[in-house]
T-cell receptor
Framework: GAVVSQHPSWVICKSGTSVKIECRSL??????MFWYRQFPKQSLMLMAT?????????EQGVEKDKFLINHASLTLSTLTVTSAHPEDSSFYIC?????????????FGPGTRLLVL | RKEVEQDPGPFNVPEGATVAFNCTYS??????FFWYRQDCRKEPKLLMS???SGNEDGRFTAQLNRASQYISLLIRDSKLSDSATYLC??????????FGTGTRLKVLA
């Protein structure tokens, strides 16, 4: 149980293109989904927290107009990198949790590698 | 001071060895703690949760020391397949995971 999928697994695109990444919880309903970014040899950095039916909460320094998050249902969240530039190249990982609070456990998707040329 | 600190390693150990990693955290109000394993170019996978005084799962033992604000991970009888980066994760009252930078382990044949 607790499987999270992400699609696509990798993307290569030209500068200026918008890229959409999907995150799905396959066998559970996720109260919350999280989007992270990881640069080489660095830790995962939380970009935003998303709850179904409400606006995402972005971390400091993350541009909400640049990284659009839509959480359409309890099993699907999408991240759109708008007008991507080479500095947006990174490993984007989503996670989903079933409950908030002390016992919350996040289950991670397999990640999406984005390369912007 | 970083919110979560880990020794980046790498720790190079022979097969069969016992190895331990520590992780310190700064927010004393943190309630839950985890160890995740991340293989190269892959997503993190939950290894163990550490909720109170620690727990054990096979060759892996996690301990929590609230007074000193650190958690540890002990791996006994290391296998080649244990080679990975081990991420310490702290869940403070904001309920957002804070990741350490990870400790690289390489088990040598």
């Amino acid at each position: 149980g607790a499987v999270v999928s992400q699609h696509p697994s990798w993307v290569i695109c030209k500068s200026g293109t918008s890229v959409k990444i999907e995150c799905r919880s396959l066998d559970f309903q996720a109260t919350t989904m999280f989007w992270y970014r990881q640069f080489p040899k660095q830790s995962l950095m939380l970009m935003a927290t998303s709850n179904e039916g409400s606006k995402a909460t972005y971390e400091q320094g993350v541009e909400k107009d640049k990284f659009l998050i839509n959480h359409a249902s309890l099993t699907l969240s999408t991240l759109t990198v708008t007008s991507a530039h080479p500095e947006d190249s990174s490993f984007y990982i989503c996670s989903a949790s079933m409950e908030r609070g002390v016992k919350e456990t996040q289950y991670f998707g397999p990640g999406t590698r984005l390369l912007v040329l | 001071r970083k919110e979560v600190e880990q020794d980046p390693g790498p720790f190079n150990v022979p097969e069969g060895a016992t190895v331990a990693f520590n992780c310190t955290y700064s927010n004393s109000a943190s309630q839950s703690f985890f160890w995740y394993r991340q293989d190269c170019r892959k997503e993190p996978k939950l290894l163990m949760s550490v909720y109170s005084s620690g727990n054990e799962d096979g060759r892996f033992t996690a301990q929590l020391n609230r007074a000193s604000q650190y958690i540890s991970l002990l791996i006994r009888d290391s296998k080649l397949s244990d080679s990975a980066t081990y991420l310490c994760v702290v869940n403070p009252p904001t309920y957002k995971y804070i990741f350490g930078t990870g400790t690289r382990l390489k088990v040598l044949a």
